[in-house]
């Protein structure tokens, strides 16, 4: 007969090897979306007040555009504006896990974020 107590420390360590790996995805996907995103800045701004600012519009196209086929399937994703110079892009993922769907029959969600501001070169 199987010992559970034998079966769960290998299962334990090949899931959180498995979220660890998913939420580095994650977040180097929100990384890399969030810095495209930024560039997205307002030239009305500058040339109305000369300050550096975001256009909001423009930084969720271009987050879009980068989240485009990218992350696992069924990846959600939304962008905040912060400020006017910074943005905050969320991911999140559902993950399925067999191994444990007789302790619990739901999935679990991953979820990343990462923030990126524009700073004027000084």
């Given at each position: 007969?199987?010992?559970?107590?034998?079966?769960?420390?290998?299962?334990?360590?090949?899931?959180?090897?498995?979220?660890?790996?998913?939420?580095?995805?994650?977040?180097?996907?929100?990384?890399?979306?969030?810095?495209?995103?930024?560039?997205?800045?307002?030239?009305?701004?500058?040339?109305?007040?000369?300050?550096?600012?975001?256009?909001?519009?423009?930084?969720?196209?271009?987050?879009?555009?980068?989240?485009?086929?990218?992350?696992?399937p069924g990846?959600?994703?939304?962008?905040?504006?912060?400020?006017?110079?910074?943005?905050?892009?969320?991911?999140?993922?559902?993950?399925?896990?067999?191994?444990?769907?007789?302790?619990?029959?739901?999935?679990?969600?991953?979820?990343a974020e990462a923030a990126?501001?524009?700073?004027?070169?000084?």
């Amino acid at each position: 007969m199987l010992d559970c107590q034998e079966l769960l420390p290998p299962v334990s360590a090949t899931v959180v090897g498995a979220l660890g790996t998913l939420h580095a995805q994650l977040r180097n996907l929100a990384a890399s979306c969030a810095l495209a995103g930024a560039r997205a800045l307002s030239l009305a701004a500058w040339e109305a007040h000369g300050v550096l600012e975001l256009d909001a519009a423009a930084a969720r196209l271009d987050v879009a555009s980068c989240m485009a086929g990218s992350g696992p399937p069924g990846t959600a994703w939304s962008v905040t504006v912060d400020s006017p110079t910074t943005l905050l892009v969320s991911v999140s993922t559902p993950i399925h896990l067999p191994l444990l769907a007789w302790l619990d029959p739901g999935s679990l969600t991953v979820h990343a974020e990462a923030a990126a501001s524009e700073v004027p070169a000084g």
